[in-house]
């Protein structure tokens, strides 16, 4: 989400050539979709993981001239890696629901383009450094190296269980984590705002979690579950202004967008960090916290946990969600299908938790049935709006274009989880 991770990689290491698969992919949806009894929302689903084949390079990348949400080079940015990320899990899920090798191929390459595109930190930790005549990001920011673990890394071996080079990068990417500590959140983002050194973003730290979550399910590396619990108390911890010891806000019933004043950074147009929630940072969050909450042998701790990822869904339906269904960013501002997918899947963890207790249900299930279905009328090959946004009151932006594709990767996957919790409406 940061302002200066958005410095863009001008040079990776490539991963292989694989020819497209695009073609193929296409004429199997073709045929998959064909058959009146395809659920639409399975039917959305596969018409927006097609997309995410057709746009990939035959080295793993976001095609430069094929898709429509990479930044183009030399724009200053890194964007195109946190957009990649989300599109893993997404894909590999839509293997999973479909048995279409297509989507695992892509899936897998994208995993490995973002891997070996990771650079450690140098010394003096800072985000730029001089090839040649040119200063080029060190893609080596902390959110980087969350999203790498999960869902890169995780996904990855989960899906390709008899390989396992990878586990080498994983363990690097696990110890170059380690130059973020920090003694307030625990772990900083890696990149800093005007008059502070880390931003602390909440959604981009909520990364790192889920990251070190994914990387102990693989690894078993205790360690990483030591700091991924240390990293959970930021988030439960009641925020004090001129202190970044916690972001929760009691007074919103969800996380600031982080502990700092301050405005500007990606789809904020008015907004200030401190004072403002917004969707992304209730999902990404919520789902580190929900994932962690397994591991968590501490009563108070995981009683937490629950009370604030429920508050937090609660948020995005009572605060964004518009009288269509419809969900907004930051509040009722503007019209995202990604903003509602995010509830819809934050709203599914909770109840894979059963978290939702009967007077929580009795309340939010007619209002994230209205999500649902606005998603639903929302994400056909006609439906879906251009960037996956309609402008209400335009308080936000679309920028950067790697967002746009990250929360197209939500969409597909409450889609498919939306099929289950909403069977009876599919």
Request: proline share 5%; aromatic share 12%; hydrophobic share 40%.
């Amino acid at each position: 989400m940061a302002l200066l991770r958005r410095e863009f990689l001008k040079t990776a290491a490539a991963t292989g050539v694989i020819a497209s698969a695009a073609t193929k992919l296409a004429a199997a949806q073709a045929a998959e979709t064909g058959s009146k009894s395809t659920p639409d929302a399975l039917a959305n689903a596969k018409m927006l993981g097609a997309r995410m084949v057709k746009w990939q390079s035959p080295y793993g990348s976001t095609d430069l001239e094929k898709c429509p949400h990479r930044s183009p080079v030399g724009s200053s940015t890194i964007g195109v890696v946190q957009g990649i990320g989300p599109q893993v899990r997404a894909l590999y899920r839509l293997y999973q629901a479909t048995g279409n090798e297509q989507y695992k191929t892509a899936a897998d390459r994208y995993a490995i383009f973002v891997l070996s595109t990771l650079h450690d930190p140098p010394t003096p930790l800072t985000n730029m450094i001089e090839i040649g005549a040119k200063r080029v990001h060190t893609n080596s920011s902390a959110w980087v190296y969350g999203k790498s673990l999960s869902p890169c890394y995780e996904w990855f071996t989960a899906n390709n269980p008899s390989e396992d080079l990878l586990n080498l990068k994983a363990y690097a990417i696990y110890r170059w984590l380690q130059r973020h500590r920090r003694d307030d959140s625990y772990f900083g983002v890696g990149y800093g705002i005007p008059e502070y050194q880390d931003a602390q973003f909440s959604c981009d730290l909520g990364e790192v979690g889920t990251g070190l979550v994914g990387f102990y399910k693989r690894t078993s590396h205790p360690a990483a579950l030591d700091d991924a619990l240390g990293l959970a108390n930021y988030f439960l911890t009641e925020y004090e202004e001129g202190s970044a010891r916690g972001v929760w806000s009691s007074k919103l019933g969800a996380w600031l967008v982080g502990p700092w004043p301050g405005g500007g950074a990606e789809h904020f147009t008015t907004q200030r960090y401190n004072e403002s929630a917004w969707g992304w940072s209730c999902l990404v969050v919520g789902e580190f916290l929900l994932e962690l909450r397994p591991f968590v042998k501490d009563d108070a701790i995981r009683k937490s946990i629950d009370a604030k990822c429920v508050d937090a869904c609660r948020w995005c339906l009572d605060a964004c969600q518009f009288e269509d269904g419809a969900h907004g960013m930051f509040g009722r501002d503007d019209k995202w299908v990604g903003q509602g997918a995010a509830a819809i899947l934050l709203y599914a963890k909770l109840v894979d938790a059963k978290l939702v207790a009967s007077h929580v249900e009795q309340t939010y299930r007619p209002k994230i049935e209205r999500s649902w279905q606005w998603m639903l009328r929302h994400t056909g090959p006609d439906t879906y709006p251009p960037d996956g946004y309609i402008k209400v009151n335009g308080s936000t932006t679309t920028k950067p274009p790697e967002n746009l594709m990250w929360m197209m990767s939500w969409t597909i996957e409450a889609l498919l989880a939306g099929r289950q919790l909403f069977a009876e409406q599919t």
